[in-house]
């Protein structure tokens, strides 16, 4: 075990491991006299040995860091920055971390500000991100392009159809990609569970049976070949889901 360095307060909200590394965000802190090393909200540790993890740097985000992955030299978080949903980060070197591209979804849709980005999914030269229930027909899940890091481009996106209202603004807690579908799980009862094809400019659902309406919230989502394994925030904590034969094509 081991303690983020450096912090005043916070707590940590994401985790992504990759090539004997650990890459953790935390929520946002503010603290304006603090020297440029203190309450950063991304940080990176060794732990080629698991025994003693070894911290390496940190890197001023100056928002929540909800969800993070990483591949190469490239780090992709996804935050609660209104004009840099996603934030990509040089990580090559851990004592000199950089920002080197933002995508912004106010960029394609003028309107959308405060939605943020809550969950993302790499895979090939497409970074797949959910975000908090947007008002309207605004989306909130979204396909970019991240071939030039420094540059990511919109591909497509969609509108889940989360319901609004409530204590708790409905979000995107968990994405898996394989081959042309979206696995996506929502935070709300209503639609805790779709899938979505990828492949298509429009993002169609799949199938007819590609909703499932849970009784309680789902709070992560993860996939292993055919089954899809969704936590949940009460009752039968872990759900799991499979190919319902002549039922679903």
């Known amino acids: 075990s081991a303690t983020l360095p450096n ?15 650990i890459y953790i965000g935390t929520q946002y802190m503010s603290c304006p006299s603090c020297p440029p090393y203190q309450n950063n ?12 993890p070894d911290w390496q740097g940190s890197f001023n985000v100056n928002h929540n860091v909800n969800d993070i992955a990483v591949r190469g030299d490239y780090a992709y978080l996804a935050t609660s920055a209104d004009d840099k949903e996603i934030i990509i980060l040089n990580i090559k070197d851990p004592d000199n971390i950089s920002e080197v591209g933002v995508f912004n ?19 090939g030269d497409k970074l797949y991100f959910g975000r908090k229930r947007a008002p309207s027909s605004r989306p909130d899940f979204y396909v970019i392009n991240i071939n030039d890091p420094k540059n990511p481009t919109l591909v497509s996106s969609k509108n889940l159809g989360m319901p609004t209202g409530g204590a708790v603004i409905p979000r995107v807690v968990g994405i898996v990609v394989k081959n042309n579908l979206a696995f996506i799980s929502l935070s709300t009862p209503i639609y805790g569970f779709r899938i979505v094809d990828v492949s298509l400019p429009a993002l169609p659902d799949h199938t007819t049976c590609s909703t499932i309406n849970f009784g309680e919230n789902s709070t992560a989502l993860d996939m292993n070949k055919d089954f899809i394994f969704i936590a949940r925030s009460m009752g039968n904590e872990i759900q799991v889901i499979g190919d319902q034969t002549g039922t679903c094509p």
């Open 41 to 52: 909200e991304f940080h990176i540790y060794d732990v080629s040995n698991p025994g003693a």
């Open 7 to 21: 912090m005043t307060s916070g707590l940590a909200r994401s985790i992504f491991y990759y090539n004997d590394r």
């Open 105 to 123: 979804a106010k960029d394609t849709d003028t309107a959308s500000v405060a939605e943020d980005a809550t969950s993302l999914y790499l895979l």
